[in-house]
C-alpha cells in the first residue's frame, strides 16, 4: 500500500513533466528517423517510424488537455508555457508531416484539431496568473506570445503541407505535352560550373512536374526548363535513369514532408521569422532566469524551470537544424534557378552562391546516395515452399491462421541491388517496341502442341508463375549442365544473364506475394496461393533439389507426350487449379530447355563464339517486358504509398517510361526509340 502510494506521489508531482519530455523526444527521434525511411526498407524501421508518429501528437494532445488543470495551481502556473511548445510539436518536423499516403487525404482532420488544440492552448495561458494575470511577468508574457505565434504558423504550415500532398490540382487538363509550357532559359554559365552529381539533382528538379504529372496529376500546368546548350542538356536513357532515381527522392519530399509548403518564397520568410522568434523567446527567458524577476520564479517549482528550459533547448536546436536545412535545400537552390530564367536578377545572384554553400557540405552527394533504396525484393517459390514445409514455425502460423503472412514475411531472401545490367535491359526495353503475339509465335512461346496458348491470355498473376516456374527450372538445369562446361570468351557474360533473369523473376513473385498493391488492380494472389499449397501439401520432397528434379521430370514427360505424360504430380486430381500453373510452368521450362539444345546445336556446328545465350537473352527480355507492362498499369497511388519504404524499382521504370513517351522530352534529353 505504501509503495502504491509513494508512486502516486510521484507521477502526481512528475507525470506530466516526462509526459512533456517525451513529446519533446518523440520530436527529436521523428526528425532522425525521417530521414532514413526514404532509402532504407526495413520493417523495424516502419515499426519504430510509425509508433512515434502515432505517440507524437497523441502524447501532445493529452499533456495539452491535463495543462488545463495543473497550470490553475499556484505553483505550478509556470506550466502554461508549455503549452506553445506543444502547439509547436504538434506541427511537427519538416522531414514528416505524414507517415502513410492516406494521411494527406486527413487534412481537415488536422484543420479542426489545429482550431481545437490552439484554443486549448490559448485557454492553458489565459489562466495562469503568472503571464496574463495579477501577478504576470512580462518577460514571461512575450516568451508565451512568441512561442504561441511560432506553434500555430508550424501547424498551420503543417495542415497546409498535408493539403497540397493530398489533394489533386485543378484546372484544364491537357494531355499534350506541346502545349505546355518548357523553357530553355537556364543559363549554361551556372550549369557548367556544378559538379556531376548536383547537375543530375537540379535537373531532376527543373524537370519535376513531369514526375508530378504522373504520380499526382494530371496538372493543368506543366513547367519544365533546362539549359539550352546541348553542352549542357543530359544526354541518353543512362542520364534520364538517374535523374529519375532523384525524382523519386523528390517525390517522397512531395508527399510525405513539408517540402513544398517551405520552398515557397513565404514559407522561406516564415522559417527565417520562426526561427528567430525562438530564438528571441528563449533569449525573455534567459533574461527572466538572470535578471531582476529571478526571485519572483523561486515560488515556482525547479522541475518545471528545468523542464521549460529543455523546451526552450529542443525548439531552439530543432528550429535552426530546420533553418539550415532549408537554406541548404535543393529544393531552394531549384526556386533561384527558375526565378532566374525568368529573369529574376536578384535569384540569379543568389543561386550561385547556395550553390557554393551546398557544395561545402557535400549536400548533392548525400542526397544521391540515399534517395531510394535501389535494390529489389527477392522471392524465390520453391525456397519459400521447402522452407516453410519443414520449419516448425510455419506450422505454429498455420495454427494461429497467419501462415501466408508469415511465410512472404519470413522467407523472402535478402533485397538484391539493382545491377547495372538489369538496368541496361530496362532502358532497352522501354526504348524497343513491345513483343506482340507474332513476335511470341515466332520464337514459338504462343505454339497450341505445348500447350501454352492460354498463358499470353491469362492474367498477369498467371503470367508471373507459369514464367517464374519455367525460369527456375530452366535455371536449374542451366546451373547443372552449361555452366561447368568451360565458356568461351564471347560467351563470358553468361553468368550475368543468369542473374539478371533470376532476379527479375524472384522481384515479380516478390510484388506478386508481397507488394500486390504495386500490381495493376485487377492482379490477386489467390493463384499464388493455390501453387503455395500445391507443392507444401501435396507433393513428395525434403530439399529443393528434390522438387525441382521432380518438376523437371514432369517437364521431361511433358515434352515427350504433352497429351499423356508418363510422370505426373500428385496434385493433379486435389488441386487442378495449381496443377495447371505448374503445368504451364514445367511445359514452358521444357520448350527452353528444348530451345536452348537447338541453339547449342547451331552453334557449334557453325563454329560459333558466341555459345548459346539467345534462350537467356530471351528469357530476360521477358521479364524486362512484363516488369515495363506492371510498372505503367500499376496505379499513382500505389507507387506514392511506396515511396514510403525506401521506393520502388517499379516507380523508376514508370518514371522512365514517361519522359521516353513525350517526343520533344526524349529529343531534348537525346533519346532515340529503336
Known amino acids: 500500500m505504501a509503495a502504491a502510494e509513494v508512486l502516486t506521489a510521484a507521477w502526481e508531482e512528475w507525470g506530466l513533466r516526462a509526459l512533456v519530455l517525451l513529446s519533446l523526444t518523440v520530436q527529436v527521434t521523428l526528425h532522425i528517423l525521417a530521414e532514413f525511411r526514404r532509402h532504407v526498407d526495413s520493417g523495424a524501421l516502419r515499426a519504430v517510424v510509425w509508433s512515434a508518429y502515432m505517440a507524437a501528437d497523441a502524447t501532445?494532445?493529452?499533456?495539452?488537455?491535463?495543462?488545463?488543470?495543473?497550470?490553475?495551481?499556484?505553483?505550478?502556473?509556470?506550466?502554461?508555457?508549455?503549452?506553445?511548445?506543444?502547439l509547436l510539436h504538434l506541427g511537427g518536423q519538416d522531414k514528416m508531416t505524414a507517415y502513410a499516403i492516406e494521411d494527406n487525404q486527413l487534412w481537415l482532420r488536422h484543420l479542426q484539431t489545429l482550431v481545437v488544440q490552439v484554443a486549448a492552448a490559448a485557454y492553458v495561458v489565459y489562466g495562469s496568473s503568472a503571464i496574463v494575470g495579477a501577478r504576470r511577468l512580462p518577460l514571461l508574457l512575450a516568451a508565451t506570445v512568441t512561442m504561441s505565434a511560432v506553434g500555430v504558423v508550424k501547424y498551420g504550415e503543417r495542415v497546409w503541407a498535408l493539403r497540397r500532398a493530398g489533394t489533386s490540382p485543378t484546372g484544364n487538363y491537357s494531355s499534350d505535352i506541346g502545349k505546355r509550357r518548357f523553357n530553355l532559359a537556364v543559363p549554361d554559365s551556372f550549369i557548367s560550373r556544378l559538379d556531376p552529381a548536383e547537375t543530375y539533382l537540379l535537373h531532376a528538379h527543373l524537370l519535376l512536374d513531369m514526375a508530378k504529372d504522373r504520380f499526382k496529376g494530371p496538372l493543368p500546368r506543366l513547367y519544365l526548363c533546362g539549359p539550352g546548350s546541348q553542352e549542357t542538356q543530359l544526354h541518353g536513357e543512362e542520364e534520364l535513369y538517374k535523374v529519375a532515381e532523384l525524382q523519386l527522392s523528390l517525390l517522397h519530399d512531395v508527399f510525405y514532408t513539408k517540402a513544398e509548403a517551405t520552398h515557397t518564397w513565404?514559407?522561406?520568410?516564415?522559417?527565417?521569422?520562426?526561427?528567430?522568434?525562438?530564438?528571441?523567446?528563449?533569449?525573455?527567458?534567459?533574461?527572466?532566469?538572470?535578471?531582476?524577476?529571478?526571485?519572483?520564479?523561486?515560488?515556482?517549482?525547479?522541475?518545471?524551470?528545468?523542464?521549460?528550459?529543455v523546451?526552450?533547448?529542443?525548439?531552439?536546436?530543432?528550429?535552426?537544424a530546420s533553418l539550415v536545412r532549408a537554406v541548404l535545400s535543393s529544393w531552394t537552390c531549384a526556386l533561384l534557378v527558375k526565378h532566374g530564367s525568368e529573369g529574376s536578377a536578384v535569384c540569379n545572384s543568389l543561386a550561385p552562391a547556395a550553390v557554393y554553400l551546398r557544395r561545402l557540405v557535400r549536400a548533392a552527394e548525400w542526397r544521391w546516395w540515399r534517395c531510394w533504396s535501389r535494390s529489389m525484393g527477392q522471392l524465390g517459390l520453391v525456397q519459400l515452399c521447402v522452407r516453410s514445409r519443414a520449419s516448425r514455425y510455419s506450422r505454429v502460423a498455420r495454427w494461429m491462421g497467419v501462415e501466408d503472412w508469415w511465410n512472404t514475411m519470413a522467407y523472402s531472401g535478402p533485397s538484391v541491388p539493382v545491377s547495372p545490367d538489369v538496368r541496361k535491359l530496362l532502358l532497352k526495353s522501354l526504348k524497343a517496341r513491345p513483343w506482340d503475339?507474332?513476335?511470341?509465335?515466332?520464337?514459338?512461346l504462343y505454339g497450341r502442341e505445348l500447350g501454352l496458348d492460354w498463358v499470353a491470355e491469362s492474367k498477369l498473376e498467371a503470367r508471373i508463375l507459369v514464367w517464374h516456374v519455367a525460369t527456375e527450372l530452366y535455371l536449374y538445369w542451366f546451373n547443372k549442365d552449361q555452366l561447368p562446361l568451360p565458356l568461351p570468351a564471347a560467351g563470358a557474360g553468361v553468368a550475368d544473364l543468369v542473374e539478371v533473369a533470376q532476379s527479375l523473376s524472384s522481384y515479380m513473385l516478390f510484388l506478386l506475394a508481397s507488394r500486390p498493391h504495386m500490381l495493376p488492380p485487377d492482379a490477386s494472389r489467390n493463384d499464388y496461393l493455390v501453387v503455395c499449397y500445391a507443392l507444401t501439401t501435396h507433393e513428395r520432397y525434403s530439399t529443393a533439389d528434390d522438387l525441382l528434379s521432380s518438376l523437371q521430370r514432369f517437364a521431361d514427360a511433358l515434352w515427350a507426350n504433352n497429351s499423356a505424360p508418363e510422370y505426373e504430380l500428385r496434385c493433379k486430381n486435389t488441386n487442378r487449379r495449381g496443377y495447371k500453373v505448374l503445368r504451364g510452368g514445367c511445359s514452358l521450362a521444357a520448350?527452353?530447355?528444348?530451345h536452348q539444345h537447338q541453339e547449342d546445336s547451331s552453334s557449334s556446328s557453325s563454329s560459333s563464339p558466341a555459345g548459346g545465350t539467345g534462350t537467356l537473352e530471351m528469357i530476360c527480355r521477358v521479364w524486362a517486358q512484363m516488369l515495363c507492362c506492371v510498372a505503367d498499369e500499376c496505379s499513382a497511388n500505389s507507387h506514392a504509398k511506396q515511396l514510403s519504404g525506401g521506393g520502388e524499382f517499379l516507380t523508376v521504370v514508370a518514371l522512365v517510361a514517361k519522359f521516353m513517351r513525350s517526343k520533344r522530352l526524349s529529343w531534348h534529353l537525346h533519346i532515340e526509340s529503336q
Not at 493529452?62 to 506550466?79: I, K, N, Q, W
Open 60 to 86: 501532445a494532445v493529452y499533456v495539452l488537455g491535463h495543462l488545463s488543470v495543473a497550470s490553475r495551481s499556484p505553483e505550478r502556473e509556470l506550466t502554461a508555457l508549455w503549452a506553445p511548445f506543444l
Open 266 to 309: 513565404c514559407g522561406l520568410c516564415a522559417r527565417v521569422l520562426s526561427s528567430l522568434a525562438t530564438a528571441a523567446a528563449f533569449v525573455l527567458f534567459n533574461a527572466l532566469l538572470l535578471g531582476a524577476h529571478r526571485r519572483k520564479l523561486e515560488g515556482y517549482s525547479r522541475g518545471d524551470v528545468a523542464v521549460t528550459y
Open 311 to 320: 523546451l526552450f533547448v529542443g525548439a531552439v536546436v530543432l528550429e535552426a
Open 437 to 444: 503475339r507474332e513476335q511470341f509465335e515466332s520464337r514459338g
Open 591 to 594: 520448350f527452353l530447355i528444348h
